[in-house]
């Protein structure tokens, strides 16, 4: 007898930044890494959910300009490395992505939401129903 043992792949988030020319093309074969779309600020800036395997192939391409994904494990070598205060600023990988504002915008409140410190620490009734005792609704 054989035993298979099944194990349920990684999901993640990725926050991506597509190059400008090929955004469409792009867009479309997000399908075949089994990547869906689930946050978009425009049409390049785009935050994928999928398998980690799928989110590593899918980048791996040239036409992927930055990558992030939770919790620190953001490529050292991506222009969205370091902090949320710093997208948009300066001359350095982020400046050459030629963001407009509402894209800067998002990938810092992305970033800053992926951050231990930019969550409640101990609110009460947090993640609970509001039916759930002792939790009181807005």
Do not use: Y
Request: hydrophobic letters at 50%; charged letters at 15%.
């Amino acid at each position: 007898m054989v035993t298979v043992t099944v194990m349920e792949a990684m999901v993640m988030e990725a926050l991506l930044v597509l190059d400008h020319t090929k955004e469409a093309a792009l867009r479309r074969d997000l399908g075949t890494h089994a990547l869906r779309i689930v946050q978009e600020a425009s049409s390049r800036v785009v935050v994928v959910e999928g398998a980690a395997e799928g989110v590593h192939a899918f980048t791996q391409c040239g036409d992927v300009h930055a990558v992030a994904v939770p919790l620190g494990s953001t490529p050292p070598s991506s222009p969205l490395a370091g902090t949320a205060a710093d997208v948009g600023t300066g001359a350095g990988g982020m400046a050459a992505l030629n963001l407009t504002s509402g894209e800067a915008l998002f990938i810092r409140a992305w970033l800053r939401r992926q951050t231990a410190a930019s969550r409640p620490a101990g609110r009460i009734g947090d993640g609970a129903s509001w039916a759930a005792p002792g939790f009181q609704a807005p």
